[in-house]
């Protein structure tokens, strides 16, 4: 069964600092892979996605992720954080065929401090 | 683009009385997903329709919760009775084409918050 491990629950950073939030997952093949934002009494808004070829992919809001087959990850990345960054994080796999079943990670709360 | 619509945003209920929530996914969305977060944890998939039809249903429970999708556009979830457990918000998305990941991008409304007291 596919999954997703996000260990890091809370993460706190300096504005203008950058972020890494990390992400493993498991599938059998090559899987299909999201970031999502959550900001506090919303919906999940997609911030980039992993399909195939370049394995750095670029979002929206300067996120970029970068795919890494060999350790099953698929970490978030931000090089300068701005103080309206602060959301929950939500990565997510869904197999590459098929009716797509998206499964979540448990989120990570990035809380920005001035 | 109007984007998925989601109603009502917040419910108040007791334990052992019903509630439903209604969802209108985007124009032209053949899929659509109900989501349960509950605080704390990431989105569980409850329920995927294709269309009118049910794709996958595995994790809904089916003796207090049901979901409909008539005539493939808008669907309704309900729970009869709710327990304090089911205490959540309800997270209703649609996505365009199921066959295609590379165009399976899931938009998700704001949520329906469910309290049960």
């Known amino acids: 069964a596919q999954s997703v491990t996000q260990p890091d629950i809370h993460i706190t950073v300096s504005e203008g600092a950058s972020l890494e939030l990390r992400c493993n997952y498991s599938y059998g093949a090559t899987p299909y892979l999201f970031w999502y934002v959550q900001s506090p009494g919303q919906g999940l808004q997609l911030l980039l996605k992993y399909f195939s070829g370049d394995t750095l992919v670029q979002g929206i809001k300067g996120f970029e992720a970068e795919f890494k087959r060999s350790q099953s990850s698929f970490n978030l990345r931000k090089p300068s954080v701005h103080w309206s960054d602060a959301a929950e994080y939500f990565c997510a796999v869904g197999p590459s065929g098929g009716y797509q079943k998206v499964t979540f990670g448990i989120g990570t709360k990035l809380q920005v401090i001035p | 683009e109007a984007g998925v619509a989601q109603s009502p945003r917040y419910k108040i209920i007791e334990k052992r009385q019903s509630v439903a929530f209604w969802c209108n996914p985007i124009s032209g969305h053949a899929t659509l997903y109900w989501y349960q977060q509950i605080l704390g944890q990431g989105p569980k998939l409850l329920i995927q329709f294709q269309n009118n039809g049910v794709v996958d249903d595995s994790q809904l429970p089916k003796d207090r919760f049901s979901a409909e999708r008539l005539k493939g556009v808008d669907s309704t979830l309900k729970i009869q009775p709710a327990k304090l457990e089911d205490s959540a918000v309800y997270l209703c998305?649609?996505?365009?084409?199921?066959?295609?990941?590379?165009?399976?991008?899931?938009?998700f409304g704001e949520g329906s918050r469910l309290t049960v007291l």
């Open positions: 998305a649609s996505s365009l084409r199921r066959t295609r990941p590379d165009s399976g991008e899931l938009f």
